[in-house]
């Protein structure tokens, strides 16, 4: 059975940086993806990495801050997250799937419990 756990979730100030993992196990995926959720929002595409092409995409309001990430051998995903604002607070879910498409949640068909994510002021 699939499986993915995320962990690294807290509480950081503004300005600050929080790295959060994703550990996969029970399958093979050419696709992985964060997504992040806040209260009363859609949840939104947030980056992904996958084997072929450039291999990792972001969305606009996290680029040039975020760096998707992966560590073959431990099967885990990874999302630094630097320059945090208020504004990224939000439960952040790690996402797997195989199509070729990545930027919404239709396109993935796995996904963790998320983690909790609250930047402060």
């Known amino acids: 059975q699939v499986q993915l756990v995320e962990s690294g979730g807290g509480l950081v100030q503004a300005g600050g940086s929080l790295r959060l993992s994703c550990a996969a196990s029970?399958?093979?995926?050419?696709?992985m993806g964060w997504f992040r959720q806040a209260p009363g929002k859609e949840r939104e595409f947030v980056a992904a990495?996958?084997?072929?092409?450039?291999?990792?995409d972001y969305a606009d309001s996290v680029k040039g801050r975020f760096t998707i990430s992966r560590d073959n051998a431990k099967n885990t995903v990874y999302l630094q997250m630097k320059s945090l604002k208020p504004e990224d607070t939000a439960v952040y879910y790690c996402?797997?799937?195989?199509?070729?498409?990545?930027?919404?949640?239709?396109?993935?068909?796995?996904w963790g419990q998320g983690t909790q994510v609250t930047v402060s002021s």
């Open positions: 996402a797997a799937g195989s199509r070729s498409l990545f930027r919404i949640v239709d396109d993935y068909d796995y």
């Open positions: 029970g399958g093979t995926f050419s696709t």
């Open positions: 990495i996958w084997w072929s092409g450039p291999g990792t």
